[in-house]
T-cell receptor, first 112, second 113 residues
């Protein structure tokens, strides 16, 4: 069965510093990996996805993620954090079927 | 235009009541979902429909009954509401291909008192 792990409940980063939010996955076939962001009292917004090809994918708001097959990871990154990036971030996986499984979420705090 | 819209946004009701949440998407997607987000923000899939057919039912109590009158709509009816049903319920839709991301509605915050 597919699963996603986000090992950090919370990540604190100073504004202007690079940020990384970690995600590892387990899936039987080819993984389709996604990152979403949730702002307070809002639905989830799609940030980026990995399907195939280049291991570094770029998405919305300056975010990017690196797919690493050997480490089964898909970490979210941004070179320079903004206070407005503070939100709840979810990693998700889809294994070729219709089910999209989400990690437990990581709360990102960007400190001014 | 809102891509995935849910109504109502807030729902407060007493234990034992029956309530419905409606969802509509105007993206032309084949697949629609219901997710439950609990107080710890865990997101758990409940149901998925593809072209009006139920394809995923994640051991949800049968008090929860989804209905899809057409592929643009997926409603959720809940009978005999319990305190533990309090959560935020999200509707989502996606293309019926594996590489497609899901688009989410704004959520319905259900509070059972």
């Amino acid at each position: 069965a597919q699963s996603v792990a986000q090992p950090e409940d919370q990540v604190n980063v100073a504004e202007g510093n690079p940020l990384t939010v970690k995600c590892t996955y387990s899936v039987s076939g080819n993984p389709y990996l996604f990152w979403y962001v949730q702002y307070p009292n809002r639905g989830l917004q799609f940030l980026l996805k990995y399907i195939t090809g280049d291991n570094l994918v770029k998405g919305s708001y300056g975010f990017e993620a690196e797919f690493n097959k050997s480490q089964t990871s898909f970490h979210l990154k941004k070179p320079s954090a903004l206070v407005s990036d503070s939100a709840l971030y979810f990693c998700a996986v889809r294994d070729g079927g219709d089910k999209i499984i989400f990690g437990k979420g990581t709360r990102l705090h960007i400190l001014p | 235009d809102t891509a995935v819209s849910q109504t109502p946004k807030y729902l407060v009701t007493q234990m034992g009541n029956d309530k419905s949440i409606k969802c509509e998407q105007n993206l032309g997607h084949d697949t629609m979902y219901w997710y439950k987000q609990d107080s710890k923000k865990f997101l758990k899939i409940m149901f998925s429909y593809n072209n009006k057919e139920l394809i995923i039912n994640e051991t949800v109590p049968n008090r929860f009954s989804p209905k899809s009158p057409d592929k643009a709509h997926l409603n959720l009816h809940i009978n005999s509401l319990e305190l533990g049903d309090s959560a935020v319920y999200f509707c989502a839709s996606s293309q019926g291909v594996s590489s497609s991301e899901a688009f989410f509605g704004q959520g319905t915050r259900l509070t059972v008192v």
